[in-house]
């Protein structure tokens, strides 16, 4: 079964860093892509980031580039988003999910919708 | 750019709802769905603008291609009363998703 919690959210000052973990289970990230998805109170969902599971490919939100960083942990199935420079804007419910993928004998690859979300970590930005 | 509409559907129960996104520019099929209830993380509803995700009742369809997509909800039941994003994966980064509507009872 596949299951992603995220952990790391809180409080935390305008221009102070955070760091989320996502744990990942009942898959490999040797197989599938990863990605950060944000949701502001009352807001729609923001595609934040995401990365090849061994994290040799990374993109990113233009609002967030050079801000956060995205990676992975890939022999613990663990992605990660290293928040720095927050601000105001980027208080939020962040969920990490599983981009969908398959594998043929030359490789696997994404098919970039997101099939299996975690619960989600509430980060606060705030003085 | 994806626009959904109605922001806002009011739909008695065991009636049909019609939900519309609309991009900016072509995307081919490459359109999700996604079902959010209140308090919860999204859930996949359809991908590749038809395919039912795994365990989505038959009551979930979704049509479209290019630039005009519907996901249709028949019978709705109490479970779907929920909100509902599309999203579009063929011009990324970035991912893009619509504004959401408000799928409510009447």
């Known amino acids: 079964e596949v299951q992603l919690v995220e952990s790391g959210g809180g409080l935390v000052q305008p221009g102070g860093s955070l760091r989320l973990s996502c744990a990942a289970s009942?898959?490999?990230?040797?197989?599938?892509?990863i990605t950060w998805v944000r949701q502001a109170p009352g807001k729609g969902l923001e595609w934040v980031a995401n990365?090849?599971?061994?994290?040799?490919?990374?993109y990113y939100v233009d609002s967030v580039k050079g801000r956060f960083t995205i990676s992975t942990d890939y022999a613990k199935n663990i992605l990660f988003l290293q928040m720095d420079s927050l601000r105001a804007e980027d208080t939020a419910m962040y969920y990490c999910?599983?981009?969908?993928?398959?594998?043929?004998?030359?490789?696997?690859?994404?098919?970039?919708?997101?099939?299996?979300w975690g619960l989600g970590t509430l980060v606060t930005v705030s003085s | 750019v994806m626009t959904q509409s109605p922001a806002s559907l009011s739909v008695s129960p065991g009636e049909r709802a019609t939900l519309s996104c609309r991009a900016s520019?072509?995307?081919?099929?490459?359109l999700a769905w996604y079902q959010q209830r209140p308090g919860q993380a999204p859930r996949l509803l359809i991908y590749?603008?038809?395919t039912r995700a795994t365990g989505i009742p038959a009551r979930f369809s979704g049509s479209g291609s290019g630039t005009e997509f519907t996901l249709t909800i028949s019978s709705l039941q109490s479970e779907d009363f929920a909100l509902y994003y599309c999203?579009?994966?063929?011009?990324?980064?970035?991912?893009?998703f619509g504004q959401g509507t408000k799928l409510e009872i009447k």
């Open positions: 999910a599983r981009m969908s993928g398959y594998c043929r004998d030359y490789g696997c690859f994404s098919t970039h919708y997101f099939d299996y």
């Open positions: 999203q579009q994966y063929n011009n990324w980064p970035p991912y893009t």
């Open positions: 009942g898959f490999s990230f040797s197989t599938h892509w």
């Open positions: 590749g603008a038809s």
């Open positions: 520019q072509s995307i081919n099929s490459n």
């Open positions: 990365t090849r599971g061994d994290g040799e490919e990374k």
